[in-house]
């Protein structure tokens, strides 16, 4: 069954169900530059970038980010551009002018960027983060997945540290 926003067969996509993942973890977009899923236990969606991505690839994967935001009611987003070897100026000014709205609207509240110490993506990210100024949507830079899920589901009501 195809899911809105989600073209199977485009450079690969498909939705999985993997072995030895958790029964709370869900594939929710497997394609040869980015992997997406839903962590039930931190409650958010993950993204891990596993290469280049082109423009179109890069925005379809956030708009598919904000869907899986707003159909599962979840409030964080971790995104792993660790394998993401830059992000251009005209997708910077898109995330910032139109996801980052979009992503508030779906629910999301906090945003956790993976990323190397080092490299064109990082500097990207160092520079997007300079520049943020809203207040309603929290998000921090790390360099591992553990810091990051530990965040994301760290100080929510009822959630343990």
């Known amino acids: 069954m195809e899911e809105p926003g989600f073209h199977p067969g485009d450079r690969g ?34 993204a891990e970038w596993k290469a280049f991505a ?11 980010a ?16 660790r394998k993401l070897e830059s992000v251009n100026d005209e997708d910077r000014r898109w995330l910032r002018q139109t996801w980052a709205p979009l992503a508030l609207a779906a629910g999301a509240k906090r945003i956790a960027v993976v990323a190397a110490r080092y490299g064109l993506a990082r500097f990207a ?29 760290g100080e929510r009501p009822g959630a343990s540290r």
């Open 125 to 153: 990210i160092d520079e997007m983060h300079g520049e943020s100024r809203d207040p309603i949507l929290d998000w921090r830079i790390f360099t591992t997945m553990s810091d990051a899920l530990e965040w994301i589901a």
């Open 13 to 46: 996509e498909r939705r999985v169900s993997p072995e030895g993942h958790a029964p709370n973890h869900e594939i929710l977009m497997d394609t040869p530059w980015l992997l997406m899923s839903w962590d039930g236990t931190h409650r958010c969606v993950v």
């Open 66 to 81: 904000v869907e899986a935001l707003a159909d599962r009611k979840a409030d964080g987003f971790v995104n792993d551009i």
């Open 54 to 64: 082109t423009h179109s690839e890069f925005q379809g994967a956030l708009m598919k």
